[in-house]
C-alpha cells in the first residue's frame, strides 16, 4: 500500500513539474514585427543606436581635450584657470560614460552580439558540403 501511494505522489511530483515547465517553454513564441517598433515607445528606451554612438565618440573626444590641458598643466601647474577646465571635462566625461553605461552599454552589446552571431551563420552557409 505505501508503494502504491509513493508512486502516486512521484506521478503527481512529474506531472505538477511538467505544468509549470511547459509554459516556460512556449514562453518567447511572442515575438513580432512590431516589436522594434514597441522598444522605440517604451519609456525606458531613451537612445538610439546612432545617438549612442555619438555620446561614445563625444567621450573620446573630450577625453582628448583633456589630455591636451594636462600637457599644458604640466609645463604651468600654478595656471588655475587650466585646472579649472580639465576638472570641468572630467566631469562631463564621468557624466556622459554614466549616460552610455545606462542606456547604451547593453543595447551596443546586444548589437554586437548580433553581428558576430549573423557573421558566424553567414560564414558557415558559404562553406561547401564535402563530396561523399
Same mark, same amino acid.
Given at each position: ?39 522605440? &515607445? +517604451?519609456? &525606458? ?8 554612438? #555619438?555620446?561614445? #565618440? @563625444?567621450? @573620446?573626444?573630450?577625453? *582628448?581635450? *583633456?589630455? @591636451?590641458?594636462?600637457?599644458?598643466? #604640466? ?8 585646472? @579649472?577646465?580639465?576638472?570641468?571635462? *572630467?566631469?562631463?566625461?564621468? +557624466? ?17 552580439? *548580433? ?16 563530396? +561523399?
Amino acid at each position: 500500500m505505501n508503494l502504491n501511494k509513493d508512486i502516486k505522489m512521484k506521478r503527481l511530483f512529474v506531472l505538477t513539474m511538467l505544468t509549470c515547465m511547459i509554459p516556460l517553454a512556449v514562453a518567447d513564441h511572442h515575438k513580432d514585427v512590431k516589436s522594434k517598433e514597441k522598444k522605440m &515607445n +517604451n519609456p &525606458n528606451h531613451l537612445l538610439n543606436f546612432a545617438e549612442c554612438k #555619438e555620446i561614445k #565618440e @563625444g567621450i @573620446g573626444g573630450i577625453l *582628448s581635450m *583633456s589630455g @591636451g590641458i594636462w600637457k599644458e598643466i #604640466e609645463k604651468n601647474p600654478e595656471d588655475k584657470k587650466k585646472w @579649472g577646465e580639465v576638472i570641468a571635462l *572630467s566631469d562631463l566625461a564621468a +557624466n556622459q560614460s554614466t549616460v552610455y553605461d545606462v542606456w547604451c552599454k547593453d543595447m551596443m552589446r546586444k548589437r554586437m552580439k *548580433s553581428r558576430d552571431k549573423a557573421k558566424k551563420e553567414k560564414k558557415h552557409k558559404n562553406h561547401e558540403k564535402p563530396d +561523399n
